[in-house]
């Protein structure tokens, strides 16, 4: 377990965070430039007839996906802010099986456990290049969530509490939360971006 002040300065997450920023940067530019750059070529390689509806389905499709990528290239930088502001803490963890959201339930304190998922995209830490399935690695406020990454913190992922507050009425929120956005105004913010 790194004993640095924040996460970012770890130099696995370091290099981890801005793959992930590579990677999502270049999944919307793929999703931009390929119905771009296939449309005008519809016309010369098919007739009419074949060309219409194929570039019809090209920009309808590129319509559905790109705004997912941009939710993804849109909240990476909140996942920097907040490996920026929190430490990285091992939490045991167990997961629940069968779920669509590939939920996690970490151990905070032996007496409260947290539900947690990946967002906005699902990630399964279980199976993602983890030495250790039993340990997860969390930088982040457990009342609202943070960024989570399989032990080693080589693939930081954005994560929020599945049943927030249940049952509890939530604390105010601290300094840290505040400036690692996940915190406007006194409250936790409900949204993942």
């Known amino acids: 377990m790194p004993t640095h002040e924040t996460a ?7 290099k981890a965070y801005l793959r992930l920023i ?79 959201d590939f939920v996690m339930v970490l151990a905070i304190v032996p007496d409260r456990e947290v539900a947690i998922h990946g967002a906005p995209y699902s990630c399964d830490f279980q199976r993602k290049q983890n030495p250790h399935p039993e340990i997860i690695w969390f930088a982040g406020d457990p009342a609202c969530g943070g960024v989570a990454s399989p032990a080693g913190g080589h693939y930081p992922q954005r994560v929020v509490v599945t049943r927030p507050h249940a049952g509890e009425p939530p604390s105010p929120p601290d300094e840290v939360a505040i400036r690692a956005g996940l915190a406007k105004n006194g409250r936790y913010l409900a949204r993942w971006l």
């Open 8 to 14: 970012y300065e770890y130099a696995p997450t370091a």
């Open 22 to 100: 590579r990677r999502r940067v270049l999944w919307l530019t793929a999703m931009i430039s390929t119905p771009v750059a296939l449309v005008p070529t519809f016309d010369y390689f098919l007739d009419d007839r074949d060309a219409i509806p194929l570039a019809s389905m090209a920009v309808i499709s590129s319509l559905v996906t790109v705004p997912f990528a941009g939710m993804g290239v849109w909240g990476a930088p909140r996942i920097g802010r907040i490996l920026r502001c929190y430490p990285w803490r091992a939490y045991p963890c167990t997961y629940v099986p069968l779920s669509r």
